[in-house]
């Protein structure tokens, strides 16, 4: 039987450039919130040891596909000889600042180690998603999670339960045009997990006072410069709670104490909007059903 396993979303509650890296990568914080709601991948083995991707109507090069690279990855680094057909189920849209493709490539990985036996633990595999991607670590690691470095230094955290209603501009927005503008803010102070969580007692959740306090992103203001589109969005959704891009865009989103209180919003949605209500978790989806068939990685 094909396995099913679900690539969920992503917001960026909190990001923050501290500057460029000399390998030209940025340097940044995040506070990563995993998603509910996201894309379905269904892998069905082949004894060719031939990858092949039916990704819908996603417009992409296969060799430029993150799903196959992953595929491809993983089967070059444990000398897989079994092969897999991948089908996406795509729900997210590209170039959202949602992780649609880092979290494919990370189920990817997660599934076919599955699959193929491999075996590989956590960490094995979060080092190959970094080659393919900043975001995919997080998804691997499968946990909400304070990030540093280019994203993918993770310290999993706990987050007040909270619903998120997500709207989807009609464009897509272009990760390396932005971090390459010059015009990018790059010079946030470095602040600590520990320094963020003061007058939090002990382990307790992140609450949503919190949250709301810390929240920002760093690239809002040049992407919405760039996309009138986006800043329309924020602007509407910013009428019923605080509203913010995530990565680098397109996407915008608020919190609402309730799964009702988002839903009523989207409802009320002008003519020709989209977007979804989802529940933040503290697990991936994608660890949760591996876990009812496999034991821990």
Known sequence: MPLQLPAPAKL?????????????????????QLLDFG??????????????????????????????????????????????HIR???????GGGIGGGSSDAATTLLGLNHLWGCKLSLDELAELGRQLGADVPVFVRGRTAWAKGVGERLT???????????LVPNCAVSTAAVFGDPRLTRDSTAITLAALREGLPGDTALDSDWLEQH??????????????????AREWLQQFAKAQLT??????????????????????????????????????????????IAPAI
């Open 39 to 84: 894309d379905m991948l269904e892998f069905s083995p082949r004894g060719d040891g031939q990858i092949s991707v039916d990704a819908g109507n996603l417009d992409i090069p296969l060799q430029d596909n993150l799903i196959f690279r992953a595929a491809r990855l993983l089967q070059q680094h444990t000398d897989a000889t079994q092969g897999a």
């Open 247 to 292: 990565g680098t865009g397109a996407c915008v989103f608020a919190a609402f104490d309730s799964a009702q209180a988002a839903n009523d919003v989207l409802a009320s949605l002008p003519t020709g909007w989209r977007g979804f209500v989802a529940a933040g978790v503290q697990e991936s989806p994608t660890h949760r059903q591996l876990a009812k």
């Open 12 to 32: 960026n509650l909190i990001l923050r450039i501290l500057g460029r890296r000399p390998d030209g990568y940025h340097e940044l914080q995040t506070l990563f």
């Open 215 to 232: 929240a920002g992103n760093d690239c809002q203001a040049l992407v919405e410069s760039l996309y009138p589109e986006i800043r329309a």
């Open 156 to 166: 999993p955290v706990i987050t007040a339960s909270r619903h998120y209603l997500v």
């Open 88 to 94: 996406l189920q795509k729900n997210l849209p590209h």
